[in-house]
């Protein structure tokens, strides 16, 4: 079975889409999956990626087990909820598969159709056993439809049946907070609206009644001048006893803290009550106060968050404290936190933030769980990417900490460096980003699994989208993007020292650009340079000690300069391909016609065009050299290929499939050679996969045509030869699944014939839930434990956002 080594992949620009649990996991959405985040000490990892919804995922969090009474502070999760643009509400459960000896996460049979575009999400336990596996969970759900629904999913049952909707006219519910009056028995319903008011909602419920509870308004909150966007609850006493209260954050730049207290006064009267400033509910009366309004932020507040419970050795040591943290589109993260010698007045403890970069600010923040350290604060911003502070006791202060990371759009194109150190990828994010492995990790890391892949640098911040982009050196790369021009880029000093400290560089040249920096109103990036004796002292200040770059490295410090502009094409650029001796680059740009639709060649020495080849009339979707460089195989939405062969140091067409034999009645996305450039496979729209043989080009007749049942082929690649005549293909599909293939060479009857067979392959959870836009085997294939069984290392990128590196072991 394929194992996932490396996923690389961003966090929707979305509110509520991030949640960091007690048991240490950040779960959080990407595209129209959950993915789950396991930090380490130096760098974390994905571990899952959670597919079945169809749209694109707006919430996450965990489900937050019962508070252990009467400590008052909650068991580990083994539970996330998870809300899509689908209209759809999944449970993910925990589970330990024995047959891979690994925790999995898995969807119950309950998937609550919300009906329309779910918005946000919340959960609240109702039981007071945190041992219980499946207590009564109260859910609650808002869509864009204007209305909220509150689901209950008993202990017998564990299909959550819809028990309530709560409709508020025209005015539209923008979040809602979940959570228990002091007294941890009466469930209290927090929903901020439009109009800038927060209105709550309570219920008598007992815990061991059979009766659906039914929410009544008992409160209006008023004092915001603008749309309330987040809320978060805690309680200022231990246990379940204490004061309630609620931070609210508003697109007025500022934040409310109010106060929920149980007066001494009971009523007479078993029914709701509103009055001002306070209610009353099961014989209880409860008093609102405005703690506090906190001014710090000149952005949109966007994220509360208040700090975990703290959880010591024994049950006593467990206490909450009042610290809070917030984060706005001013690119900051402030913890709050009151001041005894203010008397209690709340005062701003740490700012961090981000300086710089052409990102815009923070969706959300979370503190990490006081379970683990307690030290972490985390934020993501509208690119997806993650942002942590660690507190250090040496230094005394908040510093920048690694993190997760990938595109926060479309990939469209990866390649390898050709000795496989590294990864390069392209998106229409505008960006490119390198990732490569490192070995030195956390102590307690699985042997086999030590190797952690993490990016390094992003040399390239455009202005368009891109499209494409082909390695031609170890420390050259070209790139196209929605623009006429081909790009040439440039490796810096920087980059070639931080590489040194993860594989040999002896093959670099000697490189004089320290880093590279966008001027003001321009896309080219230009090189910078300082002298030898700063670059030295720079190495010595370091140490020579392997850092993982931090977000903000990675924006502003790691790009490459350009250094050539390529003019020739008339449209925009599609695709392009490169020499694997770096002599020679081929491009291509849409077209609609056979002027257009030609493939340019350039000489890298001089980067003039040399040669055009005109062949397809309609744009060519991919191009690659063959290993021996003698062939190079182009295919066309025009349903064709074409093959031209090096000839005195120019390509000539040899070969072309025929419109009356050909097998491909769709558009053609995808080509790729074998090692031995004896055969070269395309794949088509029409889910048929036709492999050619270089031998027999004459008559051009596949040698043996793989049919998939109508499943779009949008990426093949073979891997780095088996043994002769037996090869390993890896395909693609629009779905997003992996599928290996053996393709064989045998004798029937005295004449040989090409034989496939369907080895394993990688689901939408395990490969990608959206097309497969590029794979390639990484350069090198390594023994695992005896000659007897291989082990390569697969890239893939996909339109769902993420790039991942799998890992697939054959027996010989």
Not at 87 to 95: A, K
Not at 354 to 374: A, H, I, M, T
Not at 473 to 494: L, N, Q
Not at 630 to 639: A, H, I, M, T, W
Request: with cysteine.
């Amino acid at each position: 079975m394929p194992y996932t080594m490396y996923t690389a992949c961003s966090c929707n620009r979305v509110p509520y889409c991030a949640d960091w649990g007690i048991n240490g996991l950040l779960c959080f959405g990407t595209r129209n999956a959950v993915a789950i985040y396991e930090p380490g000490k130096h760098i974390g990892r994905v571990t899952h990626t959670l597919h079945l919804h169809r749209d694109r995922v707006n919430t996450v969090h965990w489900i937050k087990k019962p508070r252990k009474v009467p400590n008052g502070y909650h068991a580990r999760e083994k539970e996330l909820l998870s809300g899509s643009v689908d209209g759809t509400v999944i449970i993910w459960s925990e589970t330990y598969s024995h047959r891979y000896e690994e925790t999995t996460y898995l969807a119950r049979t309950s998937v609550l159709n919300v009906g329309s575009t779910v918005a946000f999400a919340d959960s609240l336990p109702l039981s007071d056993n945190p041992e219980v596996e499946f207590s009564k969970l109260l859910i609650c759900t808002g869509s864009i439809n204007g209305d909220i629904k509150l689901w209950l999913r008993e202990e017998e049952v564990k299909d959550p049946k819809h028990i309530q909707t709560i409709d508020f006219g025209r005015k539209l519910p923008i979040y809602c907070r979940l959570t228990h009056l002091p007294d941890n028995k009466c469930p209290l319903l927090a929903v901020a609206l439009e109009d800038a008011s927060i209105l709550l909602y309570t219920t008598r419920f007992d815990a061991d009644s059979k009766l659906e509870p039914s929410f009544v308004k008992v409160q209006r909150l008023v004092g915001h001048e603008d749309w309330v966007i987040c809320m978060d609850f805690t309680r200022d006493g231990d246990g379940n006893d204490g004061n309630l209260f609620l931070a609210t954050s508003s697109k007025d730049s500022t934040i409310r803290l109010w106060k929920i207290s149980e007066t001494v006064e009971e009523s007479s009267s078993d029914e709701l009550k509103l009055e001002s400033n306070c209610f009353t509910t099961d014989d209880k009366q409860y008093n609102i106060t405005l703690e506090s309004v906190l001014c710090g932020h000149e952005g949109w507040v966007y994220g509360v968050h208040w700090q975990p419970v703290e959880t010591g050795r024994e049950p006593r040591f467990n206490r909450q404290t009042m610290k809070l943290l917030s984060c706005s589109m001013d690119k900051t993260m402030i913890i709050w936190k009151p001041t005894k010698m203010m008397n209690g007045m709340w005062t701003e403890m740490v700012r961090v933030g981000e300086v710089g970069g052409n990102s815009l600010g923070f969706y959300g923040c979370k503190f990490s769980p006081n379970g683990q350290d307690g030290q972490h604060i985390l934020a993501y911003g509208y690119q997806g990417s993650f942002h942590i502070w660690k507190y250090s006791q040496e230094r005394n202060k908040w510093l920048p900490h690694p993190t997760t990371g990938g595109h926060f759009s479309e990939v469209v194109d990866l390649c390898w460096d050709p000795k496989g150190r590294f990864l390069i990828t392209a998106s229409a994010d505008q960006t490119t980003r390198i990732h490569a492995p490192w070995e030195n990790v956390d102590e307690w890391c699985v042997p086999a699994r030590r190797q952690r892949w993490h990016e390094i640098a992003r040399p390239q911040v455009h202005g368009y989208d891109m499209t494409c982009l082909a390695m031609l050196a170890p420390h050259i790369y070209a790139s196209g993007a929605d623009e006429k021009v081909v790009r040439i880029f440039t490796a810096t000093s920087t980059f070639r020292n931080q590489l040194k400290s993860l594989a040999n560089v002896e093959d670099f040249p000697s490189i004089k650009a320290h880093s590279a920096a966008v001027p003001s109103l321009g896309l080219t990036n230009k090189a910078m340079y300082v002298g030898e004796n700063d670059e030295d002292t720079k190495n010595l200040a370091t140490g020579n000690v392997y850092v993982p770059p931090t977000e903000e490295d990675l924006m502003q410090n790691t790009l490459w300069p350009e250094t050539n502009k390529l003019y020739g094409h008339g449209y925009e650029i599609f695709c392009m391909a490169a020499r694997h001796d770096g002599k020679l680059l081929a491009t291509a740009c849409k077209s609609t016609t056979q002027e257009h639709s030609a493939i340019l060649l350039w000489d890298t020495d001089t980067w003039l065009q040399v040669q055009k080849l005109v062949y397809h009339q309609l744009t060519v979707t991919q191009m690659e050299f063959s290993p021996d460089d003698k062939y190079l195989l182009s295919v066309s939405r025009d349903r064709r290929w074409s093959l031209f062969k090096t000839t005195d140091a120019h390509y000539e067409l040899i070969a072309a499939s025929s419109k009356k034999d050909n097998p491909h009645s769709r558009i053609i996305w995808c080509c790729t050679w074998t090692q031995e450039s004896d055969y070269f496979a395309t794949g088509s729209r029409d889910g048929k996969i036709a492999i050619w043989s270089i031998n027999t080009i004459e008559d051009i007749t596949p040698k043996k045509i793989i049919d998939v049942q109508n499943q779009s082929v949008t990426a093949l690649c073979f891997a780095p030869t088996i043994k002769q005549q037996l090869y390993l293909l890896a395909i693609g599909y629009e779905t997003g699944r992996i599928e290996f293939r053996s393709v064989c060479m045998k004798l029937y009857n005295a004449q040989s014939t090409l034989v496939s067979r369907k080895l394993t392959e990688c689901d939408t959870s395990q490969a990608h839930h959206l097309t497969v836009k590029r794979l390639m085997f990484r350069p090198t294939n390594r023994l695992n434990g005896s000659l007897s069984r291989l082990e390569f290392e697969l890239a893939s990128c996909s339109s769902d956002h993420s790039v991942k590196i799998h890992i697939i072991n054959l027996k010989l």
